[in-house]
């Protein structure tokens, strides 16, 4: 699989965060860290997953629309699509864990493809609760792609996590 064509999608929060048990202002989210350091190894190319309506600047009140959201089961609709999807065999899906699985973005953009006979390979910044139930809800909606052993980073250890990254892609055999 480390010759095929890949792609990086992830959502990513910069700014007000909560961070090590304490709120600070990130100038770029954790999961765009992770991100960068899976392209440097992979040589993918990267899709930043956009909502059309942003979130609110406060972390508390973004926290309290994520949980209005997964309660409601909510599509927010996204800025972008990828043109061509199918050209891609393997795509690495990252995001911040928000109560407990993916933000609700990433389900609409799950949703928005085929992606039967596709490699899912989730990666997720956490600060606590690791991949939560993301795994299990991507095979969900994505039953006929191979999902492979995910990677939680905490949040406050992305700027260390060269090594862990670097592993993880190797251990799934997506890197020499």
Partial sequence: MANSKSLIAYFSRKG???VGGSIVNLPIGNTEVIAKKIQELTGSDMFQ???VKSYPEDYTETTNVAQEEKRENA????KEIVEDMDSY???Y???PNWWGTMPMAVFTFLESYDFSGKTIVP???HEGSGMGSSERDIKKICPNA???PGLAIRGGSVNRADKDVANWLK???LIP
Avoid at 75 to 78: A, C, D, I, T, V
Wanted: charged residues 30%; proline residues 4%; glycine residues 4%.
């Fill in 16 to 18: 007000n965060n909560y």
């Fill in 49 to 51: 997953i956009k909502t």
């Fill in 75 to 78: 599509r927010p609709e996204l």
């Fill in 89 to 91: 065999d393997v795509i």
């Fill in 93 to 95: 899906i990252g995001y």
């Fill in 123 to 125: 990666f997720c910044t």
């Fill in 146 to 148: 191979k999902v492979l």
């Fill in 171 to 173: 251990k799934l055999d």
